[in-house]
Every structure is written in structure tokens, then in C-alpha cells.
């Protein structure tokens, strides 16, 4: 667990840290959207500012550098595999953490745009970003590894997160889409 928090903590903090920001943020773009005449300002505002706040710290943790060889892992379900003889802490951390990765955007973007509200869109974008992730950390050379499993549990916590939201996506706006 030390190693996680030397690893981590300063993510945790900045992250802790922004959720202070995220409400005066909301207000300005939501007062802001209001005087531009948006049907739906505060939805749009909190959806945008969510979206933000809940994946950038994950994003960051992500690409954090932890030092060893890293790689590519190809092959669906090797990680999660290998993390059948793991302690049930560390298997709790890698697949929660990875499902929460894009929790925020698959839970709020079908919110910010009608367009978005399907679990398919949801997955579709999801998966695209992970993908985009995955790469940025063989790029980078961050020693991690870049794995079809980890893309696999991000776009899983996106949809899982969507239809936990689908009451609230923006079908329901009669505006049909909320504009920028």
C-alpha cells in the first residue's frame, strides 16, 4: 500500500483539490451558457465539468511512470488471468481501478448530448479514448503495460456507468441535443 500512495498520492490530493473547483466551475459555464441562451446551462455545465474532474485523475494515475520494461499485452483476458493467484487486494485495485477510469464520461456524456445515449456510442467512445490511452503509455514509456484487458474493463465502466445514468440522458431534453 506505501508504494501505491508514493505512486499515487499527489493524484489523489490534486484530485481531492478540484472537487473545490469543479462547483465555481460549474456555476461560471452554467451563468455563462444562461446568457447565451442554452436550453439546458446547468445540465450541460455539470456534465462537462464532470466528465473532466472524474476521468482526468484516472488519466493521470494512468500515465504516471512506474519505472520497469512495460509492454504490450495482446491477448483478451491475460491480465485478468494472471490475477487469479493475485491477493484479493491487488485484483480489488486493478479491476476497480480500470472500470473507473471512464466512469465519469460514460456515466455524463449521454447526459451532455443526445447523441450520445446509447450504451453502443458510449462503448464506442470509451473504448476509443482507452485505446488512445494504451498507446500514450507505450509512447511514453511509462513501464507499464499496455493491455487489451485494461481497454476491455475501461469501456466495461463506461457502459456499466451509462446505464446507471440513463434516466437523466439528454433523449429527454426537448432540445434533443444540448449545444455547446
Known sequence: MAQTWELWGKVVIAGTFTLFLAIPAIMFLARRRARAGHPAPSRSAIADVGIVVGTAPWIWMTLTPVGGPGGVRLVPFTD????????????????????????????????????????????????????????????????????????????????????VTRRWWATRDPAGTVPR
Open 80 to 163: 485478468l488471468a494472471d490475477l487469479a493467484s493475485a491477493p484479493w487486494q491487488a485484483v480489488f485495485v486493478q479491476v476497480g481501478g480500470n472500470l473507473l477510469v471512464f466512469a465519469a464520461l460514460g456515466a455524463l456524456l449521454p447526459v451532455r448530448a443526445a447523441a450520445m445515449a446509447s450504451t453502443a456510442r458510449v462503448a464506442a467512445v470509451a473504448a476509443a479514448f482507452s485505446v488512445l490511452v494504451e498507446v500514450l503509455q507505450l509512447m511514453l514509456k511509462s513501464g507499464r503495460f499496455s493491455s487489451v484487458d485494461d481497454v476491455l474493463l475501461n469501456t466495461a465502466g463506461a457502459v456499466i456507468s451509462a446505464a
